[in-house]
């Protein structure tokens, strides 16, 4: 049986710029319809199907490469990583599926990276081999020099996804707002 890579989700982030857009809690709190954000993001995760783990908040992670390198850190035995950060709230289980998926199908490659109509999203895919870069990331930067570094090799995958959650993420009142919106279509769209 496959094992399947497990779902980081970062959820360390101090939301500074939703604060300044004149949100009153922390933008993972915030209430997208009438739930907040993150319980959107877990719900989609638990979903799925596949296991992952959340990093929270800690002084000792100031940036997202320190929370990226404590979740793979954490699930260091894993296959592989979908680093996930938690303001997707319109990500859907079977979008991480999909994106699970890639694992066994990509076998050349080491990152695998969702398209939403030609603009990279999240959760990105890193197989094992790149687990050293994982852990040695740190400030700020997130993984992006790992996606450079495997995409010199031609070691990067895009997968196009019908799914605009891959890239609705939630930083300030107006991406909230905008959220809403998008979420009532897309209820109405499935429901016709």
């Keep these: 049986m496959q094992r ?14 939703f604060a300044a857009s004149g949100g009153r809690v922390h933008k993972l709190q915030a209430l997208l319809a009438g739930k907040p954000v993150m319980d959107h993001v877990l719900d989609a995760v638990r979903a799925s199907g596949l296991p992952f783990h959340v990093v929270e908040a800690d002084a000792s992670r100031p940036g997202m490469g320190d929370s990226i390198a404590a979740g793979v850190r954490a699930t260091r035995d894993a296959p592989g990583w979908m680093i996930l950060p938690a303001d997707l709230p319109l990500i859907r289980s079977q979008t991480l599926r999909t994106i699970a998926a890639g694992l066994a199908c990509s076998p050349t490659c080491s990152v695998t990276v969702p398209i939403y109509q030609g603009q990279r999203g999240h959760p990105v895919m890193f197989s094992a081999a790149c687990r050293d870069q994982l852990l040695n990331l740190k400030g700020n930067q997130g993984a992006a020099p790992v996606v450079s570094a495997q995409a010199a090799i031609d070691s990067v995958a895009f997968i196009e996804l019908d799914d605009p959650g891959v890239m609705t993420d939630i930083d300030t009142l107006d991406d909230l ?3 809403e919106q998008l979420a009532q279509a897309l209820s109405a769209r499935g429901s016709a």
């Excluded at 399947?4 to 710029?17: F, T």
């Design 4 to 17: 399947l890579p497990v779902l980081v989700v970062l959820a360390a982030g101090r939301g500074e710029r």
């Design 177 to 179: 707002r905008r959220a």
